[in-house]
């Protein structure tokens, strides 16, 4: 079995020196392999940045340059809850040049594995509602909106928001792909994990507490009873400097956060044959 050397990042939330360091290092290091999972796009109300020039200019000019040089290199992304989803064909225009592979809700080979993508989270506290959906059942956290309230950049069907869930979402990817053999590139970490600790001690709503674990019960389940071969995660920023971990052994399957609070670039730096000894760099 061909061993493939991997990169994560994550939540760069359109930080350009963050994406120089990014392609820099990877024309450096020539990997085999690099996962974006999500939160890839600055905020257009915060600094005035043409959303389309910059996914061109800052991501995709920046792959293309390296795939010159490297032809080896593969590019997997996803999107993330704080990424409109109008910009979305961007992405898949992309991968019909053959720059990356847009992986959310498909499955494709990779070497001897296959790397599945998903970006839907659950409810946040958040207006924009194109990457969130019901977790394992229409309940909503204390303090989230619903998805069915909030702003979305493209229109959905209303059938589809109140009842599709995260859940029937894996249920149906499971079967894609020899689960064992698959990565899997998540947005959101799992459930009650060391990957999904958010800084909300002691904060209420409404005089209701907080729950201080804000991923997916689904994903965490999913984990649990599939096991699949690696799950790569971020979201929650802050996770890694509080519960001190950005990976989690769940019995057969090994799971990577790349989310990271401070202003350095978060790297975590895998190979297929012994995700175990993965490391992670800031940069």
Known sequence: MITMQCLFISDLHGHIKKY?????YVSEYK???VFFGG????????NGTDMSTFIKERILQPIKKIKQNQKKVQFFLILGNDDPRRYEPIFQKA?????IFYVHQKTVSFSDFFVTGYSFVPPTP????????YDVSRFVDVGAVSPENGMRSVPVNQKTIRFETIKKDLDQLVENAPVDKTIFLFHSPPYNSLLDRAD?????????PLDVQIGSIAIKRFITRYQPFITLHGHVHESSQITGEWKQVFNQTISFSAAYAGEKLS???FNTDDPNKATRKLI
Not at 20 to 24: A, E, N
Not at 95 to 99: M, P, S
Not at 200 to 208: E, I, R
């Open 200 to 208: 909300l001690d002691g904060k209420k709503f409404d005089h209701a």
């Open 267 to 269: 790297i975590v730096d």
């Open 20 to 24: 120089k360091r990014l392609f820099d």
């Open 31 to 33: 990997p085999d392999a």
């Open 126 to 133: 958040f207006q924009l509602k194109d990457w969130e959906r």
């Open 39 to 46: 939160d890839l796009l600055p905020m257009i109300a915060k």
């Open 95 to 99: 991968e019909k040049d053959h720059l």
